[in-house]
């Protein structure tokens, strides 16, 4: 089947800066491809390229197979974006917002379509009030009502819950995950948070500097059995043996006198705990990390790990 | 008998002599009196004025005259632009009053005509006229031309063209040559539209000439202007 | 046409477009009021060299005259007014964001500046119009009919009243030209800029310090003014003269017209190559 969207072998620098290197990857039907990467790392450089904003130094895009540049734009009927901010007319109301945008997808757009996107994002009732008396949610929820308006195929969203506060957060993660199952689009979506992609992608790609670093489905990148489990005990030295002669060793990571790091299943900590208590260790602590995150955090700087929302 | 003759012929030259002098102050007088008759005249009137410096369209209206120096120039609405104090405008403006000497130059020729040249010099020292030059018609008893040499406006120069009303002396179309200061106002005010540079000006003109040139369709003479009329502001 | 009129709709939603409106109204009622109140000692001074010589009478400070005084006045100002639309039409919406989702719409970059282009047009000849009504109908309310001068620094130029009707309507029109020419290089700077007070500023300097250099009389100047366009935008002022000088208006109209055409290629060929990373 032919992927909506393929990228081949972009690149990208501005001055000296290279932005895009190398990139390839392509998003499938039905897909919800999560785009994983600190700030800076290219993701948006990316989506940009995808989108026509800005132009690649080399590689190729195919949107639904045909190749797209300045002169293909008409191929971008099938999609609808959200870069960054939602930014709208601040002065017009939503209503007059949506109508401008779907007046400019390439596609007819009816009215009653309209209504059904402000249901579908929940911002019936409130069509008729300028912009910028909108909270932050409102302008993300207008932002993807005009981005399905015209029902583009595939949804670009670029940090589609920066700036929302924790509820917008929620509420927005649900819209994308009922996007997609209900309403069956493919949507690309981009986060510096491994838990925001976790959370809603099939699939996953991981840019670091402009460079794809690795690239799977969610339930592969993040198997639950590669959870790195942390023990920390009182420093006992005869525990090392008891550990190598029980089942626990094939599990065991990281064995020294005061911590023990397994990589197995999290639903396995009661029984590890239960075993530890019987084998005299004293256990100060136990905490559990998907060992991906803790690749995704190491190949990211800390200022990455700092943003991290609990 | 010789001296008899010779005496006589003195006389005769003496009186010739004086009697020339009489006649050309004599007819001085008979001209200004001519003149003078006009107390006031209405005219429509077409106006062009032709100054170098000054763009200005053939101006139809209508001319008000009082003796000895009221006039006004009425555009139904539109602008009146007049030499200042209207002083040259006209004849009896140009022709001293007063007591004057009057001395012939004799004849000159002006077109086919040939006129006496009279110059009259007001005996007022304190008059704005210091010397008049008149080209007189003597068959129609009227001046064709004058040459006026006045303290503040220089010398201005009126030519006139006689037809329908020769009896009152009125012109029926009268050229005025004159003397014009230079006129230049800062680019940087007027902000003007000049597609290309300009030459710089050839000469410096201090002196530019103007000529303004009235032609008169119509006449109602002596009909009663009063003073006030003149100080009136116009009627929109 | 689709896109024309959704920028004409945007332009007339907000609320600085009728701020443009409401400064020449206000502008011209200054000068109006200045000239109803102290007219008559401004045309003294003005005539200070006719006078000399001429007695002028009648309605000199005319509908006509003081139109024109108005014009001369706000044709420096409206240069801004131009600006405040045309050099936020690309920089204000990179500025607040929407170019982006604009621009990631099926729509050529290219038809979205001739569009924006002419909305501002549009919006520019309205800006005249209105400065036609309020500066020529509600001064000839004001201040009656007449004949006009117009001073000239090295004339003196009176003109019937029953011949001025048709040089406002020409000088009118140039002015459209004129403005549009403005516009067009706003809209030029405003491809370059990511928000809109930039370009803004920008017109005006590059308005103001051309016209200085229009105006100055130095040999060197003069060697570069006949190509600078500030040059030609006071060229309505030619409808005023007598004769009208067609030719160098026709050749003034030429070069606006060439400046306008070369600001939008030069916009459209850089805003095509742009990458929009606002």
């Known amino acids: ?310 | 008998m010789r001296k008899y003759l010779l005496l006589l012929l003195l006389f005769t030259c003496c009186a010739f002599n004086s009697a020339h002098a009489a006649d050309a102050s004599a007819l001085f007088q008979s001209l200004r009196s001519k003149v003078l008759s006009v107390q006031d005249y209405t005219a429509d009137v077409k106006m062009n004025i032709n100054v170098s410096y000054m763009r200005i369209p053939q101006l139809n209206g209508t001319l008000y005259y009082k003796a000895p120096d009221k006039m006004r120039l009425e555009r139904h609405g539109g602008l009146s632009i007049l030499p200042k104090k209207n002083i040259n405008l006209t004849l009896s403006n140009l022709i001293p009053g007063g007591n004057v000497t009057v001395i012939d130059m004799g004849n000159a020729l002006i077109g086919a005509k040939t006129v006496r040249v009279l110059k009259v010099i007001p005996d007022d020292e304190k008059s704005d006229i210091i010397l008049t030059k008149i080209w007189v018609d003597e068959t129609d008893l009227v001046a064709l031309r004058t040459e006026t040499t006045t303290r503040n406006d220089g010398t201005v120069t009126m030519d006139l063209e006689y037809g329908r009303y020769t009896n009152s002396c009125l012109p029926d179309k009268v050229t005025i040559f004159m003397n014009l200061k230079d006129y230049k106002l800062p680019k940087g005010v007027t902000m003007d539209y000049n597609d290309q540079p300009q030459p710089p000006k050839s000469t410096d003109k201090k002196n530019q000439k103007g000529t303004i040139k009235i032609t008169y369709l119509k006449y109602s003479i002596n009909t009663g202007l009063t003073d006030k009329f003149f100080a009136a502001p116009e009627k929109q | ?278």
Do not use: C
Not at chain 1, 38 to 60: C, E, Y
Not at chain 1, 212 to 240: A, C, F, R, W, Y
């Open chain 3, 1 to 278: 046409m689709q896109l024309l009129r959704i920028e004409l709709y945007k332009i007339f939603k907000r609320p600085r477009t009728y701020i443009s409106f409401g400064i020449i109204t206000a502008i011209t009622f200054v000068i109006q009021l200045a000239m109803l109140s102290d007219g008559k000692s401004f045309i003294g001074f003005a005539l200070q060299g006719i006078n000399e010589q001429f007695d002028i009478h009648g309605n000199i400070l005319n509908g006509y005259l003081v139109a024109y005084i108005i014009l001369q006045s706000l044709l420096i100002h409206i240069p801004l007014l131009v600006a405040l639309v045309a050099g936020d039409m690309l920089a204000g919406e990179a500025n607040i964001g929407t170019l982006r989702l604009l621009l990631t719409r099926p729509v050529r970059r290219s038809q979205l500046v001739l569009a924006k282009f002419y909305a501002s047009f549009i919006y520019t000849v309205l800006l005249i119009i209105w400065l036609a009504f309020i500066a020529l109908f509600l001064s000839l309310l004001l201040f009656g009919k007449g004949d006009m001068i117009n001073l000239k620094s090295d004339a003196f130029v009176m003109l019937l009243q029953s011949d001025i009707l048709w040089r406002y309507a020409m000088a009118f029109v140039f002015a459209v030209l004129a403005m549009t020419t403005i516009a067009s290089m706003s809209l030029l700077l405003s491809a370059f800029a990511d928000n809109s007070i930039g370009p803004i500023i920008s017109t005006m300097g590059i308005v103001v310090v051309l016209t200085i250099l229009s105006n100055l009389e130095l040999p060197l100047f003069n060697l570069i003014k006949p190509y600078l366009f500030t040059t030609h935008i006071i060229g309505w002022k030619g409808f005023f003269d007598d004769p009208v000088p067609y030719s160098a208006i026709l050749r003034s109209s030429a070069i606006l017209v060439l400046y306008t055409i070369a600001f939008i290629t030069t916009t459209i060929i850089y805003f095509n190559k742009k990458d929009i990373r606002s």
């Open chain 1, 1 to 310: 089947m032919t992927p909506i969207l393929e990228v081949s072998n972009l690149s990208k620098t501005f001055k000296t800066f290279k932005a895009v290197d190398g990139l390839s990857f392509a998003i499938g039907k039905g897909e919800v491809y999560g785009f994983l990467g600190q700030n800076g790392a290219g993701k948006s450089t990316t989506m940009r390229m995808a989108l026509g904003l800005i132009f690649p130094d080399s590689g190729s895009i195919f949107i639904n197979g045909s190749e797209f540049n300045n002169s293909h734009r008409h191929l971008l009927r099938s999609i609808g974006a959200i870069i960054e901010r939602p930014d709208m007319y601040g002065y017009l109301s939503g209503w007059e917002n949506l109508k401008i945008f779907a007046a400019l997808s390439g596609t007819k757009v009816s009215a009653a379509r309209l209504h059904e996107v402000l249901d579908i994002v929940g911002l019936k009732g409130r069509e008729k009030d300028k912009v910028s008396a909108y909270s932050q949610g409102m302008k993300q929820r207008l932002g993807i009502a005009v981005a399905m308006a015209h029902q583009p195929e595939l949804l670009i969203l670029d940090e589609p819950t920066n700036g929302l506060d924790p509820q917008g957060i929620a509420e927005m993660r649900s819209l994308i995950i009922s996007l997609s199952k209900d309403h069956g689009k493919t949507i690309m979506i981009s986060s510096h948070l491994l838990h925001e992609i976790e959370q809603v992608a099939t699939n996953m790609l991981i840019l670091h500097k402009g460079k794809k670093i690795s690239e799977g489905p969610v339930h592969q990148l993040l198997n639950p059995d590669d959870t790195l489990t942390e023990v920390t005990i009182l420093p006992n030295e005869g525990l090392g043996a008891q550990l190598a002669s029980s089942a626990w060793t094939q599990y065991a990571d990281h064995v020294s006198a005061e911590r023990l790091v397994f990589r197995m299943n999290p639903t396995r900590i009661p029984d590890l705990n239960k075993w530890l208590v019987e084998a005299g260790a004293q256990v100060q602590s136990i905490s559990s990390k998907h060992s991906f995150e803790t690749y995704f955090l190491n190949i990211t700087s800390d200022a990455a790990a700092a943003h991290r929302v609990i």
